[in-house]
């Protein structure tokens, strides 16, 4: 066998290699989007309920992103963000990996999408992350939920009581319910910043 030969034997296979590779990878995408869908319409639902409940609540969906607005009171309210991450890739963090994947697995058969959360109140960071993975399975950590498993083809209702759920943390947030609060902050205050009519500093107690 020529070297030409040899060379395109071994780049066809190099070609299938690939094409499965690409292959797996779009399809945690494409379920990785699809939970994303059920998810952000299942948070659209729990806010139209929380209006029915008295709540000043709004979702705003575009592309890949949902926003939820919150009003407990005039002044008293809260946003949350989630947005579908682009991309795929192994996961590291052991409270979102798949139970029979390793952290040293970098095969994309492992890989898992990400929907991400902010929330003003948590800073710049994500404080909501999902991990989704090819088979359907996802499992999510952070503010609005330590730590919690489903499937992406979990019926309506349990999907929708879980959205309700980080609804519900929301709604804590805004209103300083549920454990939620804020203490006396130790930063100075002067005379000069009650004369100016400052707001004394505080700090946040995040909901644990």
């Known amino acids: 066998m020529g070297f030409e030969e040899s060379a395109l034997t071994r780049l066809r296979r190099y070609r299938e290699e690939t094409d499965r590779s690409l292959e797996v990878q779009r399809g945690i995408g494409e379920t990785t989007r699809r939970f994303s869908k059920?998810?952000?319409?299942?948070?659209?639902?729990?806010?139209?309920l929380g209006r029915k409940a008295g709540f000043g609540m709004e979702a705003e969906r575009a592309k890949s992103v949902l926003i939820?607005?919150?009003?407990?009171?005039?002044?008293?309210?809260?946003?949350?963000?989630?947005?579908?991450?682009?991309?795929?890739?192994a996961e590291t963090d052991e409270d979102l990996m798949h139970e029979d994947l390793s952290r040293y697995s970098l095969d994309p058969s492992g890989y898992s999408g990400r929907i991400l959360g902010w929330s003003e109140e948590a800073g710049e960071e994500p404080c909501q992350t999902f991990a989704i993975y090819g088979d359907g399975v996802w499992k999510t950590k952070g503010l609005f939920v330590a730590k919690a498993r489903g499937r992406v083809d979990d019926a309506d209702e349990i999907l929708n009581g879980f959205c309700l759920r980080i609804v519900g943390r929301?709604?804590?947030?805004?209103?300083?319910?549920?454990?939620?609060?804020?203490?006396?902050?130790?930063?100075?205050?002067?005379?000069?910043d009650l004369r100016s009519g400052g707001e004394h500093p505080t700090e946040l107690r995040r909901p644990g």
């Open 170 to 192: 929301l709604v804590d947030l805004a209103a300083m319910t549920g454990g939620v609060g804020r203490r006396w902050g130790t930063e100075p205050y002067t005379l000069p």
């Open 68 to 89: 939820l607005r919150l009003e407990v009171a005039p002044g008293m309210g809260t946003r949350l963000t989630f947005g579908l991450a682009s991309g795929v890739a």
């Open 38 to 48: 059920r998810l952000f319409a299942g948070l659209e639902y729990s806010a139209a």
